[in-house]
């Protein structure tokens, strides 16, 4: 990275995607993937955990999207209402507490075709459902290589007030590290020219010409 050219830097800009690719628990818990110490203990806890995606599931999970951050009174009945408008739904399961059977205001919903998911993907994302903005994203368990779920340290997204946030997700992307755009040979970032010290020396010479005239 320290001494990558411009047209490197170009490459490198497009290549780091903004969403993980493979889900890792240390680069999530990083804002820029840079940490190489987890800061958290859950990040340990899914550093060494081994998970394996539920194969019972039926469902197709490239049909399948996960509908979060919902009303806890919302139902199965509405989010199959709201995302009808982009295609016929085949499944829809809201996920509840085992023991109170309150919802825990996320929800899976399997469209008949993947076309009509992709859809879904692109238009349902921020809205308003119930009052609620609600976050549309493909199911990562059988998707995303490497996921580990929230109740094991992983997961994407999370609160401030936790201080367990997980970049990487569709709603809290990676951003570029510093350190991708800055070159510590040059101490310059990458297309910007040297400052002109002429410039500089000569304000510095002239100071010193009026403070000696000062004095005179």
Known sequence: MENCSEDDFKVLSKCASPLALV????????????DTEPHDRAISRALYSDYKPNKRLSSDPESTLFVARLHKKTTEETLTREFSQYGPIKSCHLVRDIVTGASKCYAFVEFVSKKDASLAY????????????????????????GWIPRRLGGGFGGKKESGQLRF????????????????????????????????????????????HHSKR
Do not use: Q, W
């Open 23 to 34: 889900y890792d628990p240390l680069k999530a818990g990083s804002i820029d993937r840079t």
């Open 122 to 145: 692109r238009r349902a994302n921020s809205s308003n459902i119930d009052g609620m903005e609600v976050l549309v994203d493909f199911e990562c368990e059988r998707l995303l290589p």
């Open 168 to 211: 990487g997700g569709r709603a809290r992307p990676f951003k570029k590290p510093i350190n991708m755009l800055f070159d510590k040979e040059t101490n310059m970032f990458p297309g910007r020219s040297r400052p002109n010290m002429s410039y500089k020396r000569s304000r510095d010479h002239s100071d010193d010409r009026n403070y």
